[in-house]
């Protein structure tokens, strides 16, 4: 695990843009897992600021986001679709329909993750961006006694409701359940980045990646994967000898 501790914000950005960038390059039509929430936003606005000074293509690479909320619409300002477009898609070259989510208005939620299990079984990522929760969770994988390895709908946990509110007009908007990949949906990645801010997730930052592995800090099963790096901005990594 190679885990990398940064001043600022600023510089953690502009090295996860580096990383994107280069296997991009490397790779034109590379696969990229993504993530929303406010950890990824910066670094996608240094990948939009790569692509308008033409330092990198998106126009073969295909995306596979993490996760979207059951009953939102696309054009939802709420939804994780309308993030992406916000935020990185629409300001780039990728065609649309190379940018995957789960649908959120899917009449058959249990079809919906048997597809989009089947087409990230069919298109592994290159490489997996993730954020971390409060609670340890990935994705909305949230702790518990099991945790399931595909796609799957979750029912969001209190503590991820409240923290997620703040998006929302009320804590009442902010749907109950959404799909998600599972941890093993997530550890077929070829490489996998995990960005966590704030010092308020020092102490479960030392917990996945240096405590017991077990499925109540779900983060913790990153430790199985033989290639992850780990990006800190110096407050969530002050716990970290």
């Known amino acids: 695990m190679d885990i ?40 996608y606005a240094k990948m939009v600021e790569d692509y308008k000074n033409n330092k990198v293509s998106f126009s073969g690479v295909t995306t596979y986001n993490l996760d979207e909320y059951v009953g939102l619409t696309p054009d939802n300002d709420q939804s994780y679709a309308y993030y992406m477009n916000q935020n990185l898609f629409s300001h780039v070259d990728i065609p649309a ?14 079809e919906e993750c048997r597809r989009y299990e089947a087409m990230i079984n069919e298109h ?50 902010v749907p109950k359940e959404a799909y998600t990949m599972g941890i093993g949906s997530i550890l077929k990645a070829n490489t996998i980045l995990l960005v966590v801010r704030g010092s308020d997730k020092a102490n479960i930052v030392k917990e996945a990646l240096t405590g017991p592995i077990t499925t109540k800090v779900p983060a913790s099963l990153l430790q199985t994967h033989p290639r992850v790096t780990v990006l800190l901005d110096r407050e969530a990594g002050r716990m970290l000898g």
């Open 4 to 43: 990398r501790i940064f001043e600022t914000s600023e510089e953690l950005d502009l090295y996860a843009a580096e990383i994107f960038r280069k296997l991009i390059n490397e790779k034109p039509n590379a696969v990229l897992g993504l993530a929303t929430g406010s950890t990824p936003v910066g670094i």
């Open 124 to 173: 592994p990522a290159d490489i997996q961006l993730l954020g971390l929760g409060h609670n340890g969770h990935i994705a909305f994988n949230e702790p518990d006694e099991h945790l399931s390895a595909g796609t799957h709908v979750v029912k969001l946990k209190e503590e991820t409701l409240e923290a997620n509110a703040r998006f929302f007009a009320s804590i009442d908007e």
């Open 97 to 110: 329909i190379q940018t995957n989510l789960p649908d959120g208005m899917a009449e058959d939620p249990q």
